[in-house]
């Protein structure tokens, strides 16, 4: 508001500068300064050779101030558009200016939150170093847990082998043990018919001892008495 109550000093210094450029061209020399009060164009007829070099100096210097003229309007419309385009640039300067007052707190208020993104930002890159460690943490316990586990493995293969040849060995040892059981049991029913058979051998022998023993007494007493009939 203050740049549109004070207009800015730039452009009446430029107008006074264009001003001074303008006073600073020499005035340009009468052309009729050469002609004097006597002479009258009634006396071309004697003067026909220097009046020809004048006209021609004359025409020159017209010339030179019409070249100066061109020049000097040219300057001056330069000078207007300069003038003009400085007023451009102070009015969108103070249209700038306007939009940043009414800027202005959005854009504190901007910052402040970029302030608070700042200390979020640093906040999670703490948040995220510490989960980086964490990781390094657990993937240290991991390579620990996996060698731990490779080792598990190992011993768990050498356990495996080691029940695998137990396995054997008891297969071996109640295969054997089925076989002594079946001969036990074939030597039972051996046994079992033997007993019977020797039973009945027995009984057969008794039988025959008994027979023999009867037969025995009985040729006994037949010896008796034929020997007491004799």
């Given amino acids: 508001m203050d740049d549109l109550l004070h207009p800015d000093p730039i452009v009446p210094a430029m107008s006074n500068r264009h001003l001074a450029t303008a006073e600073r061209i020499p005035p340009q020399k009468n052309v009729f300064s050469n002609i004097s009060p ?3 164009f009634g006396g071309r007829a004697t003067q026909l050779p ?3 070099a004048v006209e021609q100096e004359n025409e020159e210097l017209w010339k030179k101030l019409s070249t100066l003229r061109e020049d000097n309007a040219r300057l001056v419309s330069q ?3 300069l003038v003009r385009e400085i007023e451009s ?3 969108e300067l103070t249209r700038s200016n306007v939009q940043f007052c ?4 959005s854009i504190n208020e901007k910052a402040h939150h970029i302030s608070r993104l700042n200390e979020d930002i640093l906040g999670l890159e703490a948040e995220v170093e510490a989960q980086e460690k964490a990781l390094r943490v657990a993937e240290e316990k991991l390579e620990e847990s996996q060698w731990m586990v490779a080792e598990k ?3 768990l293969e050498k356990l495996s082998d080691e029940c695998k040849r137990v396995k054997n060995e008891l297969y071996e040892q109640s295969r054997r043990g089925k076989r002594a059981e079946q001969q036990r049991n074939e030597a039972l029913y051996n046994a079992e018919e033997l007993s019977v058979a020797f039973k009945q051998f027995k009984e057969k022998t008794t039988k025959k001892i008994a027979m023999l023993q009867a037969n025995e007494e009985e040729l006994q007493n037949r ?3 034929y020997d007491k009939n004799r």
């Fill in 102 to 105: 009414h800027l202005e707190p």
């Fill in 153 to 155: 493995d190992k011993l």
């Fill in 223 to 225: 010896l008796d008495h």
């Fill in 79 to 81: 000078n207007h558009s």
């Fill in 89 to 91: 640039v102070q009015v």
């Fill in 38 to 40: 006597s002479s009258s």
């Fill in 50 to 52: 220097a009046m020809s």
